[in-house]
Each structure stands twice: as C-alpha cells, then as structure tokens.
C-alpha cells in the first residue's frame, strides 16, 4: 500500500525445510555460522552472563553450537539468554525457542528465550530487550540489513537503537552482491551471475534430495522477482557488497574486528567435510569473510565493534 512501509522480507534466501536441507548439505551456512560462534566465545567467552539479540533466527540450529562450545568451557556460563527479533510468524519464533529451550535443559546449560514482535524494525526500542548491566551482549544481524535499504529511516533507528546498546561484538551476514542498482540491466546482470552460480551449487549439493531442492529453487525465485520486477520499496531485496556496508558502518563509528587465524582454519577445513566442498571458495576483504561458489562470492560475514565517539552523520545523508 502505497504511504506505508513495506515490512516484509521476501529475500529469496530461507525456507523451513529448505534452509535445514542446505545446512545439512551445502557448506555455506555451517563455513558462516561456525565462524561467528567462534568470534562471539573469542570475544565474550569469559563472561559470566550472555545476552544474544538476533535479528533473523530462523531455525535457531546454529546457537545449540554455541551452547556447547560455552558449556565445554572451564568457567560454567552462569546464563544464556537469547532474545529473537520477529517481523512476522512469531509462532514460528516461539516453536524455535521451545527447541533451543529443550536442547538447553537436555545438557543443564542455563538459558532462556524471549521473542519480541514488532510489525517493522521502526518500532525496535531498547527496553524491548530488557538487558542488564552485568550482561555481555552480542547482536547477530544475518541476512536482515539488506531488506532496509529501501526504507532508511528503518535501518537508521535500528543502527542507533544496537549502538545505544553497546553490544560487545556484532556479527554481521549478508550477500555479497549488488542487487541494488536503479537500472534494471545491471540488476538483471547481477541477479543472473549471483542466482546462476547458487543454482548451480544446489544441483550439485542436493542432488539426491530433489524434494527440497525443488522448494529451495521456488524460494529463491521469490528473491529473483522482487530483484529484477520490482521498484521503489516494493524492491526489498536490495543486496550491496561488503565496501558498501564497510563505508556505512563507518558512519556509525563501527570498527571492524577480524577474525582469528583459529577460527579462520577450521572455517577452511569445514567444506572438506562435503562431497561438493571444493568448489566452496573461502576469501578475505579486508577483516571479512567472504565465501563463495567456484569463485563467485555470494555471502560476507563480518564482525564488528562500535567505538565510543558520538554517531555524527544521519543516514538519510548516506546513499546506497
């Protein structure tokens, strides 16, 4: 409707069988999710009390990870507790935390779950968050960023809401591509080389599971439309790579953080365990990490810290 922001998120990029189908077979998202838990335990590990905000849970299977990465540590965890932002289907929110909620209680690790439903990221305020002094927070923005581009003022209270915060460490994931040009040759250009080279990868990573190829393959459709037929903030998917959000960040007064050489080994050593690993290709930009299919890039993942020097530049001064 014309006047009102549009709030959903059809990215192209997750469905419920689908998404833990490509988990299970196609390295991406265990190279990304892996990588990050490594670089909240490096960052946060000693602390006695976590607070994780995700913005875009989804199924929730990476956190039961880092659950037993910070029960195997030597100083028990006194509480975990994870907050899951929804936009929509909160029923589907709650059903994930009621499983990381059982997996918690199946191996006596403390945690907690609390969802929050807001109907755009312009409503998010701090208090919604209820979090403590004595908490280490990290927030996990993965694949969301990306569906705020075409309404600022979302993106902008969201950014300051998460400074004011003062999060210990943000992990940030999104697609390495540009999706979001005015011209609808150079969208048509770059959604056929990104889309291209995935389809490719889920007819070799899938090929014995047609079934959920097929409903990953319909998914990803959604996201190719609303690329190439779409305009103005009907365009949601509006994907830009990772300099563009570096200079971005910077305008918030957000540093980089790099990750481990540790980390950045086993993220290697995690497509070898695929049959279709060796044309998962792992590369650096600057402190972040992209990775790829045969060379393609087609995700960022970055880790970031906000410095303490006043935000001095409003968004709606920056252009995409």
Not at 144 to 166: D, F, G, H, Q, Y
Not at 262 to 291: D, H, M, R, W
């Amino acid at each position: 409707m014309k006047g009102k922001p549009n709030c959903e998120t059809p990215h192209g990029l997750s469905t419920h069988l689908g998404h833990l189908s490509m988990h299970q077979n196609v390295p991406f998202n265990q190279v990304m999710q892996l990588t990050a838990i490594q670089a909240i335990i490096e960052n946060v590990g000693s602390a006695r009390k976590i607070h994780l905000i995700d913005l875009e849970i989804r199924s929730g299977v990476q956190w039961t990870a880092l659950m037993q990465a910070l029960a195997d540590r030597q100083r028990r965890l006194d509480h975990l507790k994870i907050t899951a932002v929804g936009l929509r289907g909160i029923q589907k929110i709650e059903e994930t935390g009621k499983r990381l909620e059982i997996f918690a209680r199946s191996m006596n690790f403390p945690f907690t779950f609390k969802p929050v439903k807001v109907s755009c990221m312009s409503e998010i305020k701090e208090e919604l968050f209820e979090t403590a002094a004595d908490e280490a927070i990290v927030v996990v923005a993965n694949m969301i960023l990306r569906t705020m581009l075409s309404r600022p003022a979302c993106l902008e209270n969201l950014m300051r809401v998460i400074k004011n915060l003062n999060p210990s460490i943000m992990i940030v994931g999104e697609v390495e591509a540009n999706h979001n040009s005015p011209t609808f040759v150079n969208r048509f250009v770059e959604a056929l080389f990104f889309y291209g080279a995935y389809f490719d990868c889920l007819e070799t990573c899938l090929k014995q599971n047609t079934e959920h190829r097929t409903i990953t393959e319909a998914t990803f459709s959604n996201g190719i439309e609303n690329i190439v037929t779409m305009e103005g903030t009907d365009r949601i998917a509006r994907s830009v790579k990772m300099d563009v959000w570096r200079a971005f960040f910077s305008r918030f007064r957000m540093v980089e953080v790099g990750f481990s050489d540790s980390s950045l080994y086993q993220a290697g050593l995690i497509p070898k365990q695929f049959p279709c690993g060796s044309s998962c290709t792992l590369e650096k930009n600057g402190e972040c990490l992209i990775v790829g299919w045969k060379g393609t890039p087609l995700h960022s993942l970055s880790a970031w810290k906000f410095s303490r020097e006043r935000l001095w530049r409003s968004l709606a001064n920056y252009n995409f």
